[in-house]
């Protein structure tokens, strides 16, 4: 039966797309892995997921390689910076050790003052979110309370209206009610 060979081409379907991410990045790290013992040389791997997760593999270590690789780096641009330095005097100077340790170390501190920031900002979100609870609380206790006015005000209306009857029916009683009230009884009777 023997393997296909498989066209090159990005999968479509998401499910089997990070299954073939999974597979296929622990066969590249063994093979990398095998490529460090074999030949004896360093090596450092970074892999981004689709879900933008970083997975990575080094020998000895990813920290080691990458430090010496930057190392190189820095080393290749002070060659370049000495060569352009000595044609321009007016030339920007180039981060050496020291400089990179200071630069560590403001980096390092400016990350702490992030951190700090956004442990005020959850603690001012938290406040936040306690006091919209408490008003809206508030609004429910004042909304009881203007149903309960609202029920006192129509009771004393109904009061003064009929205290506003008594007052003309006492100065000016209507006749012949007595009469019509035992009339109605007799009839029952």
Sequence with gaps: MGRRK???AEVKDPNTRQVTFSKRRSGLFKKANELSILCGVEIAMVVFSIGNK????GHPSVDVVATKFLQQ????????AQGKNNNNPNSNEVVDGDNMERLNQQLSNLQAQ??????KGARHDERLKQHEVTQVSQYAELQGSCLELQRKVKDNVDAIEVSECMLLLAKEPVVGVRKQMTTKKRRKN
């Design 6 to 8: 498989i066209e090159i």
């Design 73 to 80: 780096a820095t080393t290749n641009s002070n060659d370049d």
């Design 54 to 57: 970083p997975y990575s593999f």
């Design 114 to 119: 992030i951190l700090e920031e956004e442990k």
